[in-house]
């Protein structure tokens, strides 16, 4: 698959999740975004932490809202008013717009997601317009160092512990955090090194390129930008109307034009094979 | 009439940048097609010489330079690195610090982009450089899932897709295990075989026998002869009998040990012991899980299954980079560090002395040559009286009198009651010092008899 038309689709994505409040658009964005990660994700990747930070901050923008707001006329709970911030009712409509935002970060995210789940690390900075291409290899060399520099990290931390290293005050980090930064430093002149003795520096470069584009990247490429121009178009001149839960909650409205525009997402599923 | 070297010196001189002294003094060198071998011990001047040959001195490190170096007709002084790379390719010691993509095929067309070749001509050099050493079937992969070895022959890669008609490698075979080395070895020798200039500096001269047609010898800066004094010292290593050493009782033991690094082991059903006054070593290729069941006695990893017990004292841990570890703002500091409550110091004084190091002990650790700062760690982290002492390829790019000063601490440790275990791929450290050996593999870990060692 092409990188820049994965690129295009998580932004068209994006946009149509982030185009309107209305949570029936952003559970159809979140769900074509899952399709499209269970279908092509890595075969050395996993989706557990992902969700499990997914839930965390939809619980937390759910929970903070309806703590915060106290907009809406449908109360459930009442705090006493001396708390600061958390005083007043909590209402239901705040706790659906709650809802309705963390549906918006998730959507959002998932919508990301592919770019680093799905495509190899460096796919995406090799496809940077030529101009940036020196701009794109040292961008993923750096990425590239972030392992080694971790790894490095812990086999330090491992080897100053059975040195006796406990750190109960902050001055006693640097025992750590010098040995960490001064072989990352001595790994990157390495490297540098390294770069420029394969003829890395001024002069013109060219770039190895093993995009090609098929016509299910074109597809993609087209349907997806396309969409999401629809369902913006559709909500400025107010085909799709916008979901408002306050001062009273009611069903959000769905527009069927807008469905398809949000279920169009599914084409990198539907066309792509990994 | 002798054929004009691909390579060639004259008169030169090199000092690095603030330098009081000269680095390299060269009156004449030269080197053609075929193997040239430059050996020396740590700080001798060997990866200075073997960078003058690319332009990274002085285009990279800076400096003053004297006298010429002509490589393949280009006047050293004054090409460029980019043009340098289209006839010289180099490779580093470590395989991990080399790769500029995170996977294969598009890290060996990293040098091909910054000569400006045409992109309708990559894939071709890349799919031969590939051929060339034999990582074709490697070529999706991402390089974090490669070996040492292959890795290694990555780097090759990335610069044999350039056709360079001069090959520079700095101890490349320092980092890699003995299935590593050798098929690196082997792709040297086809090169050497067509015509191409290669040039080795390396420690570990038992791969390279019969292949090398020239050695030159260097010592601080110079060139000091062409023979090599290894094979000598490697006939005048002590070789212990086995069980020769009285041991004592129980340092720590295992039983029905399951361990690894992730959720899955990598070693099962381990039962093992290790005794006071005892070397054990530990053998095995690469990713075998020999660095695995050190962390275990160590108790950085908990088994899975199984237990494990360790008698009370303190555990000294070298791990594969000691030099990592230095800190501390003196040699004699970063012992003190170590040792902090124990009882004092004769033992630290008498480490550094026989590391050899005492006239080193008030200088900052990360001041010292690449040899000095390998014996530096090793007297921080085997310092005081260690119940158990754990040791991860301790030999990796160590020269000769490194690898003599660790021998005798060994020695040290193990007269001192110490129990000693050592992953290593170094035969001559395991011949001279090993009381058991443990081959580590296939999910298992079993003693050899002492014929099967030898």
Redesign the interface.
């Known amino acids: 698959m092409n990188p820049r038309a994965l690129a295009a689709w998580s932004v068209s994505a994006i946009t149509i999740a982030l185009a309107s409040g209305n949570p029936v658009y952003r559970v159809l964005v979140l769900l074509c975004a899952i399709n499209v990660l269970v279908a092509l994700r890595r075969p ?1 990747v996993s989706l557990r932490g992902l969700t499990i930070a997914l839930v965390v901050a939809g619980l937390i923008a759910t929970t903070v809202t309806t703590l915060a707001s106290h907009t809406g006329h449908h109360a459930f709970l009442v705090l006493p008013a001396g708390i600061p911030v958390l005083g007043g009712p909590l209402t239901i409509e705040a706790a659906f717009f709650g809802v309705s935002t963390g549906l918006g970060i998730a959507a959002a995210v998932l919508a990301a997601a592919p770019l680093s789940l799905v495509l ?3 796919s995406l900075v ?1 496809a940077l317009p030529s101009a940036l ?1 020196r701009t794109g ?1 040292a961008i ?2 750096a ?2 160092l972030i ?2 520099i971790a790894r ?1 990290a812990g ?2 931390r ?7 290293w406990r750190p109960r005050r902050i001055r006693e980090w ?2 750590l955090a ?2 960490v930064v ?2 990352a430093l001595e ?1 990157s002149i ?21 995009m090609v584009w098929r016509r299910a990247d074109v597809a993609v490429c087209v349907v997806a930008p396309a969409a999401a121009l629809a369902f913006v178009l559709l909500r400025v001149t107010g085909a799709i109307v916008d979901w408002y839960p306050f001062p009273d909650v009611s069903v959000p409205p769905i527009s069927a034009l807008g469905a398809t525009c949000c279920l169009a997402l599914a084409i990198p599923a539907l066309v792509w094979r990994r | 009439m002798m054929p004009t070297p691909t390579v060639a010196m004259t008169d030169f001189t090199y000092r690095y940048p603030g330098g009081l002294i000269d680095g390299l003094d060269i009156p004449e060198f030269g080197a053609g097609a075929g193997l040239t071998l430059v050996t020396g011990a740590s700080g001798s001047g060997k990866s200075t010489l073997l960078r003058v040959f ?1 332009g ?1 001195i002085p ?2 490190h800076g400096g003053t330079i004297g006298g010429s170096a002509v490589v393949c007709g280009h006047d050293v002084i004054t090409t ?3 043009v340098l ?2 006839e010289v390719g ?1 490779v ?1 010691q ?1 395989p ?8 294969v ?2 890290d060996v ?11 309708a001509s ?2 071709g050099r ?1 799919a031969e450089a590939l051929e060339l050493t034999g990582i074709a079937p490697l070529r999706g992969r ?3 899932t490669l070996s040492g070895g292959e890795r290694q022959r990555l780097a090759l890669a ?2 044999l897709a ?1 056709r360079p008609r001069v090959l520079v490698l700095d101890e490349p075979l320092s980092q890699l295990d003995e299935e590593g080395a050798r098929s690196v070895v082997m792709i040297l020798a086809a090169l050497a075989g067509a015509g191409t200039t290669v040039i080795v500096a390396e420690h570990r001269l038992e791969h390279l026998g019969l292949l090398v047609a020239r050695t030159v010898a260097m010592e601080s800066g110079r060139l000091i002869g062409g023979s090599s004094r290894r094979a000598s010292r490697l006939a005048a290593m002590p070789i212990s009998p086995p069980g020769r050493n009285p041991v004592g009782e129980v340092a720590w033991q295992m039983a029905g040990v399951a361990t690894g690094p992730g959720r899955t082991p990598i070693l099962e059903d381990v039962s093992l012991e290790g005794r006071t006054g005892e070397v054990i070593v530990l053998v095995g290729p690469n990713g075998s899980g020999k660095t695995t069941l050190l ?1 275990t006695i ?1 108790g ?1 990893l908990t088994p899975m299954s199984g237990r494990i017990h360790r008698e009370p004292g ?9 030099m ?4 501390r703002a003196t040699v004699a500091a970063e012992v003190a ?2 040792t ?2 124990d009882s004092p110091s004769d033992d630290a004084a008498t480490l550094l002395a026989e590391l050899g190091l005492a006239h080193l002990a008030a200088r900052d650790p ?1 001041d010292l040559s690449t040899g000095e700062r390998q014996r530096a760690a090793i007297a ?2 085997l310092a005081g009286h260690p119940r158990i002492a754990l040791l991860d390829e301790p030999t990796r790019g160590m020269d000769d009198a490194a690898r003599d000063a660790l021998s005798s601490a060994i020695q040290r440790l193990r007269s001192a009651g110490t129990s000693v275990v050592i992953a290593t791929h170094d035969k001559n450290l395991t011949a001279a010092l090993a009381d058991r050996t443990i081959a580590v593999g296939a999910g298992a870990a079993r003693e050899l008899a002492p014929a099967a060692v030898a």
Do not use: K
């Open positions: 050395d190899m690390p460096n090799d291409a290899a993923g060399t990425l590239n392992p080694g490095s086999e330090i491992d080897a100053q512990r059975m040195r006796g640097p025992d010098v040995p001064l072989t790994g390495t490297l540098a090194e390294a770069m420029e003795a394969r003829g890395y520096g001024s002069g013109t470069r060219t770039h190895y390129s093993d | 690319n990274l285009h990279f460029t690195t980019r790379a289209t180099f580093f470590d991990e610090l080399q790769s500029v993509y995170p996977t095929e598009r067309a990293f040098g091909l982009e910054n000569i400006a070749m045409p992109a990559m894939p890349v991402a390089v974090a990335g610069v350039m962390r160590a950085l303190r555990v000294a841990f070298l791990p594969q980079n000691p990592a570890l230095l800190h560090w170590t902090r409550g990360r921080a982290v």
